[in-house]
Each structure stands twice: as C-alpha cells, then as structure tokens.
T-cell receptor, first 113, second 111 residues
Framework: DADVTQTPRNRITKTGKRIMLECSQT?????MYWYRQDPGLGLRLIYY???????NKGEISDGYSVSRQAQAKFSLSLESAIPNQTALYFCATSDTGIGETQYFGPGTRLLVL | EDQVTQSPEALRLQEGESSSLNCSYT??????LFWYRQDPGKGPEFLFT???AGEEKEKERLKATLTKKESFLHITAPKPEDSATYLCAGGFYNQGGKLIFGQGTELSVKP
C-alpha cells in the first residue's frame, strides 16, 4: 500500500461549491504539507502542519483552509471554489527537522467549472 | 529572497546521449538539496538528498553532485524511460522545515 494517499484522485466541481481534499499517511511523520501545481508555476505551498496542534499558512493560502484531524490525516478545503483553483494538488509528509525529505502523494486533479 | 533555479527548462536528448541538469540556489544556510522525478499527472518521486559540498549519490543512470552554490543531475546514456520532469528543492535553515522548489527541467529522451 502507498505511504501517502489522497482522495479523491480526480474531482470536477462548479464555481461556488465547497469541496474537501483528503490526505492520509502511514509513514508516522509529524509534518504534513499541501501544495498546488500549475503548468509553468511549479509547486507552491498552500498550508503546512508541523504537528497536530500546529497549522501554518504557505505562500498561497487565500481561498483555502485546512484541518489536521490526527497525526496521519490532513485535509484541504476550498470554501467556495473558483475556476483559477483548477490545478493538481499534492499532499506531502516529512519527518521532524530542517532539511528533511518530503514524500508526496499521488495527487488530486481538480477542475472547477 | 531565497531562490532555487533550474536550467534548462526543457532538454531533448537522443537515447544514449549523456547530459546534465543544473540546480542553483542563491542562499546561504543550505541544510539539504533534494532531487525528485515527476511523471505527468503523478506525484514527485524522491531520488536523492545531498547535504555537503562534494557529496555525490548515484542511482542507475543518474548521479547527483553538490557544490557550494549548485547541484547537477548527470544522466549517463539515458533511455526513453528516463523521460520525466526533474525537480530540485532546497531545505534552508531559515525556512524551518519547508522546501523551496525550482521550476523543474522537462527531459525528453527519444529512441
């Protein structure tokens, strides 16, 4: 089984809808991250969490919120989806410390109509 | 501002034609330099971590090296299955646990 899983893998939604993307990990890592990837813009950090009680904004957090339900679960919500949130979304995990390797999930492809 | 820059943006090689990808960073305080491979529509797959200037790591046809200001990913005698986007990322002391990613190099290897 994969160490980092994301659900759903693909999602089509309409403008204004609230949606949630979920991430689970079995690596036992404390740190979890949400990124989005757009063609030509690379990976951009949305939110990150260093433990269950610690949530931090990344470089592009506007329009998004997160919930860290447990060490192994980190969810990303789009409160009111808009078309420019169409992108690939990745969850990642890492061990505690500076410069630790991040391990990525398979991604969720989101299309907002 | 801490930056990680990759070049070239795209690279086309013939099968067996060796080359190198570059990743440069404009900051001090590097804790680790990471290389990932990403296939279209999939999550980045971890390849290497380098921590010290002069360090080298190898995996099949890939070898990563690190100097004080840049890293290279050398691809020896590539095969079509090496076609992918290669990402590098830096972990810096002033960034806590976050990584700063480059834009990636899209490698295409033709038979």
């Amino acid at each position: 089984d994969a160490d980092v899983t994301q659900t759903p893998r693909n999602r089509i939604t309409k403008t204004g809808k609230r949606i949630m993307l979920e991430c689970s990990q079995t690596k036992g890592h404390d740190r979890m991250y949400w990124y989005r990837q757009d063609p030509g813009l690379g990976l951009r950090l949305i939110y990150y969490s260093f433990d269950v009680k610690d949530i931090n904004k990344g470089e592009i957090s506007d329009g998004y919120s997160v919930s860290r339900q447990a060490q192994a679960k980190f969810s990303l919500s789009l409160e009111s989806a808009i078309p420019n949130q169409t992108a690939l979304y990745f969850c990642a995990t890492s061990d505690t410390g500076i410069g630790e390797t991040q391990y990525f999930g398979p991604g969720t492809r989101l299309l907002v109509l | 501002e801490d930056q990680v820059t990759q070049s070239p943006e795209a690279l086309r090689l013939q099968e067996g034609e060796s080359s190198s990808l570059n990743c440069s960073y404009t900051v001090s305080g590097l804790r680790g330099l990471f290389w990932y491979r990403q296939d279209p529509g999939k999550g980045p797959e971890f390849l290497f971590t380098l921590y010290s200037a002069g360090e080298e790591k190898e995996k099949e046809r890939l070898k990563a090296t690190l100097t004080k200001k840049e890293s290279f990913l050398h691809i020896t005698a590539p095969k079509p299955e090496d076609s992918a986007t290669y990402l590098c990322a830096g972990g810096f002391y002033n960034q806590g646990g976050k990584l700063i990613f480059g834009q990636g190099t899209e490698l295409s290897v033709k038979p």
